[in-house]
Structure formats: C-alpha cells, structure tokens
C-alpha cells in the first residue's frame, strides 16, 4: 500500500520547490567541500551549478530509458520506472559532480531488475553494455552497496502503472457510457512516458499521476472523463476532488514542459564535469584505481585465509545495513 510505504514517508516532497532546494543542498555542499580554496568567481568557472546538473541529470534519465529500451531480454516498464525513481532520489541528494552518473546510471538499472524480480545474471546484464564488461560488473557491484545506503535501503516503489490498471477496470465497469477506455491507452502511455523526466514522481502519488494520465489523454483525443471524475471517483468527497483537480493541472504542466537540453550543451556541461568531479569516485581516477587494487587485494587475502581487520565502526556499519534492508 502506498499510503504506509517508507515511499509516501520518506521519498515524497511538499512541491517542485522543495525538490530543487535538497538538490540545492547537495551541489552546495560539494562545492564548499572541494572549493574552499577557491574564490566565488573560481568557483563559479570551475563548479557545475544546480540548474546545469539537473540538465545533466535529464540527458542521463533519457540515457537509461534508451539503455533499457535496448535490453535483452526485453525489459518491463515497471523496472524501468523503478531504475529512474533510484536515479531521481540518488541526485536528489548528491551532486552528479560527486559520483559519475554513468555509472550511477547502470547501478540503478541493475538494483532495479533484482528488486523487481526481473530476473538477469550479472554476465547477462553486462552483455547489454559496451566495452570492457569484466570492468563494468565490478563498478556495478562496487557501487550497489552506496546506491542502496544513498536510498536508504527504502527499494520498494510504487509507480502509476497498477493504479492504472485498477482505474481503468473500474471505467469498464462503473462508465459504461464511455465506449472502450482502452482507445485511450497510446495517450496515456505517451504520458506516463514523460511523466518519469519531470519530479512529479517525487512530490504526487502514483494514483494522482495514473489519473491525469486518463485526463490528459482523453482531453486530447476530445473525450470527456469528467463525469467518472465527479460522479463516480469523488461524488462525495467534494475536497479531495479539488485537491485533484489542482494536483493535475501541475502535473500536466510540469509534462508539457519536459525539454531535453540540447545536444550541444550537454557535451559542454560533460566536458565541464569531468574537470570538477570528485576523483575518489571517478573509476578512471589514480585514486579510484588505487583503493579498488587495494579492495581486490583484500578478496584474495580472505580467500587465502588471512582476513583483512575491519574497525568495531565499519562492523557495525555493516550489520546495521543488514538489519535495514529487513524493513523493505
């Protein structure tokens, strides 16, 4: 159920403001951290800004659509809606300059599948990328650890495609004068579609986004679903049916106003990121590749019996991961 879902408690902001003031957050805190040394002038040259890193953040949101798009086995879309909610709530509270998107990118999708029980082997998952895939399963597998503590072990998601389907069985059954919903469905799809690059999924239920996916579609194809709306969904209940009504006017908005930034900008907003980002986290940095030896090195001991010490801090760390990943 939504409603009680760590979802609805945890990963849901008041409005589009509240949702760009935490990403706010994140970008300011990184450039304080890595540019202390630096002027307001030299941080401003050197640094992404918030506006830049959303459109960052969008041009890899669409990268893993067509990502997943090409995946074999085909992929269902409720994965795909599962990955792009771990990627919104990921950069919502990090900088895309503190860990390399790309990256972050096919973690999500990978968590995604194995959280949704769409079930890949690592060799199989990797197939579907380019390159060297021995090295892409082991940054996969070194970043799913801080993807899961960065969501705060809180996996399950709740997107708009069941509520959906429940709407559109109870117009079937409860809107008999509505001749076939179904003619609907491209419309709706092309707007769930949509709805996934905007934060809407972060600040309205997924059965508020279901619905003005119907009324977004059945307005355009000049079609009335207003009765259902008035007379069926919210006969008596005359104050949340304002409240939706509201609701799914930001919605629509929000989904006519989706722009991917243009190609041009993106490589120079690229270009830009990989002069400012953190080194640590970067897999082609000296130092990524250095405590990564340092990770295998410490494997092969534990193999061969000499176990690595690990601090009283990073053991209670790690059962406490443990004992959240229960609550999911």
């Known amino acids: 159920m939504f409603a009680t879902s760590t979802q609805r408690h945890f990963w849901m902001f008041k409005d589009e403001t509240d949702v760009s003031n935490a990403r706010l957050s994140a970008n300011i805190k990184y450039i304080s951290s890595r540019g202390r040394n630096m002027t307001v002038i030299e941080r401003e040259a050197h640094f992404l800004n918030v506006i830049e890193e959303k459109s960052l953040i969008m041009s890899y949101e669409y990268q893993l659509r067509d990502f997943c798009r090409k995946f074999h086995p085909p992929m269902p879309r409720y994965v795909i809606g599962t990955a792009l909610h771990y990627l919104k709530r990921f950069y919502v509270n990090n900088s895309v300059m503190d860990y390399p998107p790309k990256e972050i990118l096919v973690t999500c999708v990978y968590l995604a599948c194995k959280v949704e029980e769409f079930n890949v082997s ?58 076939d919903p179904e003619r609907l469905r491209p419309g709706i799809d092309e707007f769930l579609e949509q709805v996934f690059y905007t934060d809407a999924i972060l600040i309205y239920s997924p059965s508020q986004i279901s619905l003005a996916a119907i009324i977004h579609s059945a307005s355009t194809s000049k079609e009335n679903v207003d009765e259902y709306i008035t007379k069926i969904l919210f006969s008596e209940d005359q104050k949340r049916l304002l409240n939706l009504i509201e609701a799914v006017k930001k919605i629509r908005v929000m989904v006519r106003n989706v722009q991917l930034p243009h190609r041009d900008t993106i490589k120079a907003l690229e270009k830009k990121l990989a002069l400012c980002c953190n080194p640590d986290n970067n897999s082609e940095s000296p130092a990524f590749k250095k405590r990564m030896k340092q990770s295998f090195d410490e494997e092969e001991s534990f193999e061969d019996g000499q176990y690595p010490s690990a601090s009283s801090d990073q053991v209670r760390s790690m059962l406490m991961g443990l004992s959240e990943m229960g609550k999911i």
């Open 122 to 179: 690592m060799d199989q998952f990797v197939g579907n990328l380019k390159g060297d895939r021995e090295k892409a399963a082991a940054i996969i597998l070194n970043n799913e650890l801080l993807l899961m503590q960065q969501l705060d072990y809180q996996l399950t998601v709740h997107n708009p495609f069941r509520p959906l389907e429940g709407l559109m069985i109870d117009m079937k059954t409860r809107f008999p004068t509505f001749s």
